[in-house]
Nanobody, 128 residues
Framework: QVQLVESGGGLVQPGETLRLSCATS????????VGWFRQVPGKERDMSDG????????????WSDESMKGRFTISTDNAKNTVYLDITNAKLEDTAVYYC?????????????????WGRGTQVTVSS
């Protein structure tokens, strides 16, 4: 049974850094891509924005737009079956529920609705 559990969210101030973790079980990161998405209020999870993806074949693939590139870094620790998302220089607009998702579809699929396995999400609130 595939399970994904996000952690690391919370309240941070603008400019701060935080690390989100996605602990996986029931799958091997050699075979699955893992993507990070974020859901802002008013949007359905299936319409959430993709941030970044990582897979054994593609490596780290940034999905985000120019305003986010350079601030979001995805990485993985295969020994711990965990995928991380580092957020630097947090901005108010980064406030969202952050989800990790896993699928065999690969990092070329940016549409959230296409991803099969999801965690429950972790809330990130950026506020001064």
């Amino acid at each position: 049974q595939v399970q994904l559990v996000e952690s690391g969210g919370g309240l941070v101030q603008p400019g701060e850094t935080l690390r989100l973790s996605c602990a996986t079980s029931g799958l091997t990161l050699d075979d699955y891509a893992v993507g990070w998405f974020r859901q802002v209020p008013g949007k359905e999870r299936d319409m959430s924005d993709g941030i970044s993806c990582i897979s054994n074949s593609a490596g780290a693939v940034p999905w985000s737009d120019e305003s986010m590139k350079g601030r979001f870094t995805i990485s993985t620790d295969n020994a711990k079956n965990t995928v991380y998302l580092d957020i630097t220089n947090a901005k108010l607009e980064d406030t969202a529920v952050y989800y990790c998702a896993a699928d065999v579809v690969g990092c070329h699929v940016l549409v959230a609705a296409a991803w099969e396995y999801w965690g429950r999400g972790t809330q990130v609130t950026v506020s001064s």
